[in-house]
């Protein structure tokens, strides 16, 4: 998820590209760049880290342009550093591009590109639509046309927006499954990623669907579908505070990035089949033991991958809090692979964990959500997480990307230890696949029903909950007792159901809600029996459950239905509604729900 920003105007482009590009930092913010055309020649500059880099680059320049883009950016392909930032251009230098999303097949057009004598200066996706333009002109073609040409050969999510050097008066844009948005202006007209960009000049809005490109000039913007046929756009009036814009209409971040986690698994899925191929291949088959390390939710989503790498890959896996891992006198050996998990790649405990286990000769490879951080350069191999900017100090979207990572690592673990048959990885891919729609349901009809909203309005001045889930949602009762602890300050414990005689089922009275995950799975008959004796004590239920689960919505107080899938997938649905569920406690108690008491995003210190 990078920030895309473009003007074309009477104003100095340059100062309105880069105010843009800050008000969309929290789309990305690990380089950024800007291009532009001054007295007939393309000049781009690119800075990695905050705009404020690129500001100071760019103060040098006195030029005072009509027309810019711009770029803020949130590396997927190409460490963050001043090459592989945006805006790219091709062989010639006329031409700039700045995109956001992900290009699936630019590793085979870039062959093809070099072997038509073009030279790549990014390790980025992004750069191969600037030459593969650059081809369409050669041709004869002007710009619109060339984009359009060339962006019928690219796979993947594209935002994009390119100037050209001969064309100085206009910016192409175009979208397929990233957002893009055009604002209309008095002689000037703006194009961006999301509103906030330039919500403080116009809020008169065009909304680009996907398959839709737009030539934008100073004075009209025009809206074409990609075979060039003019469409007629609504301008849309947007009632929103910038403040309100940066959230999407959301009232915090955190509820916007739960209901962005479909499109995150989505994209972290896409394009990570056979991501362990010849030398690494090897390496998954020479390891007989894993120990994974994390803190905090990362933790909890190594907890699920225990499940998905044991019982599809038979590899025995541990799994320990990094805090107590580099105090513990871990057992590593050369055929001891680890695996670390961490959101943001900084966090101290987990970096501790790694570098002792690479003194001690293990293979590490890491599962992160920002590439070019620390645990990314010390890792053997990193596995990216596609969840984009997290911003909101409880995690929510990396959690459910770090597990679709931790099951396409189990089944590719599986595959090449031939623990699995082609069709039974097959199945699991494609119910896999269908868990982003699953997750878009869910949140589409909360929406409209708001039933964990409701539920939630019952508990909030509730001063106890405790979560239960057996198999592999037992991680998952955790993770919904973290999430209601960090934000809303209640106490909460997530136990594994069979746990409760042995001790917390003393906590059960009325006054305690008891949340159980009870999806149709092996341990459905024991987590009913766990929900009788929660009754018996008159804990008050809620069940996270499916439409056809008669017993749980008989005996339960409050139900949440969940789709139905494969039985190792369902932490991807269930995890859903208890985000929601604490969410809306922590809201109605008014609490700051994105900056939590005591807590930080990153935790950089032991
Ligand atoms: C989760 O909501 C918290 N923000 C915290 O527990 C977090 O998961 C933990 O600090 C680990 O962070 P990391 O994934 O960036 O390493």
């Not at 009632?239 to 955190?254: D, N, T, V």
Request: glycine share 6%.
């Amino acid at each position: 998820m990078c920030g895309i920003v473009g003007y074309a105007g009477k104003d100095n482009a340059k100062n309105i590209v880069i105010n843009g590009l800050k008000r969309l930092e929290y789309r990305g913010y690990d380089s950024a760049g800007v291009a532009f055309i001054d007295s007939g020649k393309l000049k781009v500059y690119k800075k990695s880290g905050r705009i404020r880099n690129l500001e100071f680059e760019l103060n040098r320049d006195l030029s005072l342009p009509q027309v810019a883009i711009g770029h803020t950016r949130w590396a997927t392909h190409g460490e963050p550093n001043d090459i592989n930032a945006h805006p790219h251009t091709d062989c010639t230098g006329k031409i700039a591009v700045v995109h956001n999303g992900i290009i699936e097949n630019f590793t085979k057009l870039k062959k093809e590109l070099e072997l038509k004598g073009h030279t790549f200066k990014s390790k980025t996706d992004t750069e191969v639509i600037a030459h593969l333009i650059e081809e369409e002109i050669k041709t004869g073609k002007d710009l619109f046309k060339a984009v359009l040409s060339a962006a019928r050969k690219l796979k993947g999510s594209f935002a994009v927006a390119v100037i050209y050097e001969k064309e100085p008066d206009k910016i192409v844009c175009l979208r397929k499954d990233s957002p893009l948005v055009i604002g209309v202006g008095e002689g000037e007209n703006f194009l961006a990623s999301d509103v906030p960009a330039f919500l403080s000049y116009t809020n008169r809005v065009i909304f680009l669907d996907d398959n839709e490109c737009a030539i934008i000039t100073a004075d009209k913007v025009n809206v074409f579908d990609l075979n060039g046929n003019i469409v007629t756009k609504e301008i849309k009036q947007i009632p929103w505070s910038i403040a309100q814009a940066e959230k999407g209409g959301y009232k915090h971040f955190m509820i916007k990035e739960i209901y962005e986690q479909p499109k995150a698994v989505a994209d972290t899925i896409s394009g990570k089949l056979s991501m362990f191929a010849g030398q690494k291949a090897a390496l998954l088959k020479a390891f007989n033991k894993i120990q994974i390390v994390a803190c905090g939710t990362s933790y909890h989503a190594g907890l699920v991958g225990k499940f998905f790498i044991e019982s599809l890959a038979a590899i025995p896996v541990s799994v320990d809090y990094a805090s107590e891992y580099r105090y513990r006198n871990p057992i590593i050996d050369k055929n001891t692979l680890i695996v670390a998990i961490s959101q943001s790649g900084e966090t101290a405990d987990t970096l501790a964990a790694v570098r002792l286990a690479k003194e001690r000769g293990a293979k590490v490879v890491a599962i992160c959500n920002v590439i070019g951080s620390t645990i990314t350069r010390e890792a053997d191999y990193t596995i990216y997480t596609h969840a984009g900017p997290e911003i909101s100090v409880a995690s929510t979207k990396a959690f459910t990307t770090q597990l679709a990572a931790l099951f396409l690592f189990a089944v590719e673990a599986a595959r090449i230890r031939e623990k699995i048959s082609p069709s039974e990885e097959e199945r699991l891919l494609k119910a896999l696949s269908e868990i982003p729609s699953k997750m878009k349901a869910f949140l589409d009809k909360e929406s409209k029903n708001k039933t964990v909203h409701n539920i939630a309005l019952e508990f909030y001045n509730s001063q106890d909950a405790l979560y239960l889930g057996r198999f592999v949602n037992y991680p998952i009762a955790l993770e919904g007792a973290l999430k209601l602890k960090e934000i809303s300050y209640i106490h909460a414990e997530g136990y594994p159901a069979g746990e409760m005689k042995h001790g917390p089922i003393a906590l059960i009275d009325e006054k305690m809600p008891v949340v159980v995950i009870t999806p149709k799975d092996r341990v459905y008959e024991k987590m009913v029996s766990n929900i009788e004796e929660a009754k018996a004590r008159k804990g008050k239920v809620i069940a996270v459950t499916n439409p056809n689960c008669t017993e749980v919505k008989k005996l339960a107080d409050y139900t949440i239905e969940i789709a139905e899938t494969e039985e190792l997938l369902y932490p991807f649905l269930t995890v859903v509604p208890l985000q929601l569920f604490a969410y809306h406690i922590a809201d109605f108690l008014g609490y700051d729900v994105d900056q939590p008491r005591n807590l930080a995003k990153s935790v950089t210190v032991e």
